[in-house]
């Protein structure tokens, strides 16, 4: 298609049953003038064949040997001939009014070089994912973002965020040498170049399916793998220039907490208490938040309760094991 104004580029791995419901969320969008370019990242089920399926000239696959998801949105912010751009992974969906809410944002705010809103959790079958807050009670912050984005990112993925083109290209796009956190990294090097719009809570931009054994909560049990992109950050002079040495020097300790905190909780739902306890006091030595004690304890109690259950199960196995030699 020429001259879209939007480009969506749709990183695919292994998403056979799922491609085609995010590819049929960007054809019911209220706004036209658009091009979908499929990046198929080395899949090795029907993902390809799927999306081969489709008629629609606004939809182009490319595929290449497997390399990540962030070669893979590289591959397609290069071929992106829109003037805006957005990056939605290949099992999510869109909801209708996304595109028109986003660029319409953008088009009346020329110091914002992106706009987002918020997203809904869905289940791999499409359900509403269980106990999630209103959309109405989540606070975003607008502007000049890169403050908050630094202390977390705030942000669920690509899949709510609409960008300027022109900006992703000249910021070389996402790095591939992360293995973890590369989004969190692009978002910090893109509010460090101008601000956000925040475009309202309500109606919901996109849903995120929420699938068990992500690679990304895979890397994200290991402290180590989250240290790259700190060192990235820390060491980007454009983003460091933006801040007062003391004020910088607590902004990397807020960093560091957050993300052994996000590391912590992985470990937590992942049962393995004593590493949960362990990052999860360090991130409050170096970012005290009385909110995050109630996990630490909780943490503590799961792990002596753990402990307990252990020594009784051990305690009555010695039993049987004495019964069976009298």
């Known amino acids: 298609m020429s001259n879209p104004e939007i480009t969506v580029i749709v990183p695919a791995y292994n998403v056979a049953g799922l491609v085609l419901p995010c590819l049929a969320s960007i054809m019911a969008q209220s706004f036209g003038t658009w091009q979908a370019i499929v990046v198929d990242d080395g ?3 029907a993902t390809a064949a799927e999306v081969r399926t489709l008629d629609d000239p606004r939809i182009s696959l490319v595929q290449q040997s497997n390399a990540g998801v962030s070669a893979a949105r590289n591959h397609g912010l290069a071929l992106a ?3 805006f751009v957005m990056f939605l992974d290949g099992d999510d969906v869109l909801n209708p009014t996304a595109f028109a809410r986003l660029a319409a944002s953008l088009d009346a705010r020329d110091s914002a070089v992106a706009a987002f809103g918020t997203f809904l959790k869905i289940l791999p079958g499409g359900a509403p994912y269980p106990d999630q807050k209103p959309l109405a009670q989540h606070r975003y912050p607008d502007g000049d973002v890169l403050e908050p984005m630094l202390r977390g990112n705030f942000l669920a993925n690509g899949g709510h965020v609409l960008i300027r083109t022109d900006v992703a290209r000249k910021l070389g796009g996402f790095d591939t040498r992360l293995r973890l956190s590369e989004d969190w990294e692009f978002w910090c ?3 460090a170049k101008g601000e956000f719009a925040f475009i309202g809570t309500e109606p919901e931009i996109f849903s995120l399916r929420v ?6 909560g895979g890397l994200s049990v290991d402290w180590a793998n989250h240290q790259p992109c700190l060192e990235t950050i820390g060491n980007n002079a454009a983003i460091r220039a933006r801040f007062s040495a003391p004020a910088w020097h607590k902004l990397e300790r807020t960093m560091r907490a957050s993300q052994m905190w996000e590391c912590g909780r992985v470990n937590f739902t992942m049962r393995r208490f004593t590493q949960a306890r362990r990052l999860m006091l360090g991130a409050l030595w170096l970012d005290p938040q009385p909110k995050r004690v109630a996990m630490v304890v909780a ?7 753990n402990h307990a259950i252990v020594s009784r199960l051990r305690f009555r196995d010695q039993d049987v094991d004495a019964d069976r030699t009298l």
């Open 81 to 83: 001939q829109g003037r």
């Open 43 to 45: 899949s090795t089920d």
């Open 211 to 216: 699938r068990p054994g992500s690679s990304s």
């Open 189 to 191: 090097r893109l509010a």
């Open 299 to 305: 943490a503590a109690v799961q792990r002596r309760t």
